[in-house]
């Protein structure tokens, strides 16, 4: 049972390079999530889907675009890195105000 | 903006000592959960305690919640080396609003 997979793990991109990152669960779960995490600042939320076909903006949604064409895959894209978005980015799912189960993190630096 | 805040930021203790780590929240919610990171990895959930509840036992931890004053504590007792990690709460509001997560608070166990 594989749970939440992240791809890629890790990526390098240059300023105004765009690029996106993929979310899959197996757990048949509604909600999902885009968060992103930077020193001394915790858990960011970017944004959301609390189905197949709806996302939602977050509390940082700037600069990033979302989709949820399908139920089980959550898909973040970058269209013009900037280096503020060097970060680790977690995927979670979730049932309605459940716990979440946490991808292991997609680390990208953009230089 | 952040929903949670932890105290203290950082702990460091000594093996087989108790850890205690405070959380305070703004509004009120629906649930509230603790998560363990530990370094370079996703976040675990650990526990989920209702607004309706005021404490909640899993092994060796102990949740308690205080919706009067807006603020839940994780004790964990005879804590281990392999303990040391962040830990997070993170809150459901009441409604259809997506888990927020504190800033964590950094424990560190020393064998």
């Known amino acids: 049972n594989a749970g939440v997979t992240q791809t890629p793990k890790f990526r390098v991109l240059k300023t105004g390079q765009s690029m996106t990152l993929l979310c899959a669960q197996d757990?048949?779960?509604?909600?999902m999530y885009w968060y992103r995490q930077d020193p001394g600042m915790g858990l960011r939320l970017i944004h959301y889907s609390v189905g197949e076909g709806t996302t939602a903006k977050g509390e940082v949604p700037d600069g990033y675009n979302v989709s949820r064409l399908k139920k089980q895959n959550f898909l973040l894209g970058l269209e013009s890195a900037a280096p503020s978005q060097t970060s680790v980015y977690f995927c979670a799912s979730s049932g309605w105000a459940g716990e979440l189960f946490f991808g292991e993190g997609s680390r990208l630096t953009v230089l | 903006s952040q929903q949670g805040e932890e105290d203290p930021q950082a702990l460091s203790i000594q093996e087989g000592e108790n850890a205690t780590m405070n959380c305070s929240y703004k509004t009120s919610i629906n649930n509230l959960q603790w998560y363990r990171q530990n370094s370079g990895r996703g976040l675990v959930h650990l526990i989920l305690i209702r607004s309706n509840e005021r404490e909640k036992h899993s092994g060796r931890l102990r949740v308690t919640l205080d919706t009067s004053k807006k603020s839940s504590s994780l004790l964990i007792t005879a804590s281990r080396a392999a303990d040391t990690a962040s830990y997070f709460c993170?809150?459901?509001?009441?409604?259809?609003?997506?888990?927020?997560f504190g800033k964590g608070t950094r424990l560190s166990v020393i064998a």
């Open positions: 757990m048949n779960h509604e909600y």
């Open positions: 993170a809150t459901y509001s009441s409604g259809n609003t997506p888990l927020v």
